[in-house]
């Protein structure tokens, strides 16, 4: 491995960050091709359903005949099975490359080595495990739904200076300022869906939306067992994807999904089902108890805590979280912080 390796794979990296948002449940993915220790080609993952990093790179290539000397970086490796698109290592093949630099293995079943071996039986030098660990961490979210097969869950709220999160009557507009929230709606984009519980969505009548950013709404997730909310909150309007987790109905409207987890109602059961859904990272709003259960089963991978300046002096408390904090920020007057399960 040298500095080279280093600075190329880095900037597979940054490539492949411009896919956030857009190609779930595929991982995000960049590549760059080398020739002469000079970048010819570059590509990311764009859209769900659309060419691959590889295809896109080696799109960008002005003079093909220069890839069989040519050394491609990708961050994970090439995909082996036909999916949406063709395989990329074949193509990979096909293009005679010399060389591949891949920063992560795929854990998917489908790739898992597969791809790494159709490169090296074709002559091609593979190396991997460049920047590794940077490469898992992007795709966080992608590998907790292939290994743990549930979605990669944020836990997200907002406390007061004292530790409440809502006021005696469930009120909490609001202890987060403008910057936060707007930092929320850039969450939302990024994530596939968005979880609140039966009183948040009575209280606060939200819509879950993405407004103070630009990016596509999460499909929008309430937990209500025994279907008490009224069908005039803005989560029933039919604007946006929405599943209702209950134990008594199971219909299907415009755009309104009423799933009826029966006996087996749990925060376990509602993971496995996103998961059969596809969905792969979640972000759970609240309220306390909901956020509670979620900490108290152990099914959460990251928690982004917000505390503001104001002080309620008393009313519902916030959720605790029993471990040190991974990161500490200032956004506004409020302070961010950020814990990692595990």
Known sequence: MTEQDLQFMRRALELAENG????????????????NEQIIGEGFHQIYGGPHAEVNAIQSVENPNLLPESTVYVTLEPCAHWGKTPPCANLLVDKKVKKAVIATIDSNPLVGGKGIEILQKAGIEVETGILEQEAKWQNRRFFTQIEKRRPYVILKWAQTEDGFIARTDFSSKWISGTQSRQLVHKWRAEEDAILVGKNTALHDDPSLNVRDWVGKNPVRIVVDSKLDLP?????????????????KISETHQNLDFMNLGDSFSISTILAELYARKIQSLIVEGGSSVLTQFIECGLWDEARVFTGKSKFGAGISAPVLNQKPTESLCIGEDILTVYHHG
């Open 20 to 35: 956030r948002g857009y190609v779930s449940p595929n991982p995000m993915v960049g590549c760059v091709i080398v020739y």
């Open 231 to 247: 069908r005039s909150l803005r989560l029933f309007d039919g604007s946006i994807p929405t599943i209702c987790f209950n134990s």
